[in-house]
């Protein structure tokens, strides 16, 4: 009898829930809603989406009028300065743990401070928290980038919500000699941590894993990354990729989904493994 187990943590965290929720809200008969850049890194979803009326746009150029939903990634001011110039209607759907990062960031460079956010600078996060703190700010996501910043008078970190906790320690501990005037905001969210944990744990009790998510979505291929350490792991988006071969000769297979991925495709998967 094969067992099939999913993950004590896994899908959808609180932020993505809530700006799901604000997008479906915000579609009425009268206005078409868009979301600046895909609401999250799920193809099926922002397809599910766009069939219940929730446009994409990559930017604010591209219409003239109707609902943006910011996600909950967050922006940058400038995007609320154009999106009320412009005349459209807004629908916030930052992550408030998002939104405190980058009040914490936009604070202590009001202090003084230069701002270091611990984080991938290319993540749309990290970009809204570094135009939050504004010019000068920099990201580090590495102990030698941390390295090479240069000494500074007061120095004010915070960290991309999605950051691993250890790294972060880390990273900080080399900051730490950059400055003899540091503050420290720790702004990581423990959804990523969590998911990962449960993860590892579930990895290492089962024979094969299925990790389900967006191919584009950095935290699923964490996720599928953490698993290979532990056991055999394959990383797909739909049930539709759960393949036979698979399931010859293992008896226990484990289940986990990255921060974006729906429950509905989940419940899929783990049905189709129950009937292998
Ligand atoms: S991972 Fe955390 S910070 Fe990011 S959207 Fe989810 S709850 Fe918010």
Same mark, same amino acid.
């Given at each position: 009898m094969r067992e099939v187990y999913l993950a004590e943590n896994l899908g959808f965290c609180y932020g993505v829930k809530r700006a799901i929720q604000l997008a479906e809200d915000s579609v009425t008969p009268q206005s078409r809603s868009y979301t600046?850049?895909? %609401?999250? #890194?799920n193809p099926q979803m922002v397809a599910r989406l766009a069939e219940e009326g929730i446009g994409k746009i990559e930017t604010l150029d591209e219409i003239a009028q109707g609902t943006v939903i910011v996600r909950s990634h967050g922006v940058g001011p400038h995007v609320y300065e154009k999106i009320e110039a412009k005349g459209l209607n807004l629908v916030d759907a930052t992550c408030p743990h998002v939104r405190k990062a980058q009040n914490a960031a936009r604070q202590l460079s009001d202090d003084g401070c230069q701002v270091v956010i611990v984080?991938?600078?290319? #993540?749309p996060e990290v970009r809204s928290i570094l135009e939050w703190a504004g010019e000068g700010a920099v990201a580090v996501d590495t102990e030698e980038e941390a390295a090479g910043l240069p000494m500074y008078g007061r120095l004010g970190i915070v960290s991309q919500t999605t950051f691993s906790g250890a790294r972060f320690k880390k990273i900080v501990s080399v900051l730490l000699d950059k400055s003899s005037d540091v503050r420290i905001i720790r $702004? %990581?969210? $423990?959804a990523t941590d969590l998911r990962q944990s449960a993860a590892v744990k579930l990895a290492g009790e089962v024979e094969l894993m299925i990790v389900v998510g967006g191919k584009n979505s950095a935290n699923t291929t964490k996720l599928a990354q953490l698993c290979s350490e532990k056991c055999k792991t394959y990383h797909i988006e739909t049930a539709a990729e759960v393949c036979d071969e698979w399931f010859a000769t293992i008896k226990k297979i484990g289940i986990t989904a990255g921060a974006s991925t729906p429950d509905w495709i989940i419940k899929e998967v783990y049905e189709k493994c129950q009937k292998k």
């Open positions: 600046l850049g895909p %609401i999250i #890194h984080g991938d600078k290319n #993540h $702004t %990581i969210c $423990t």
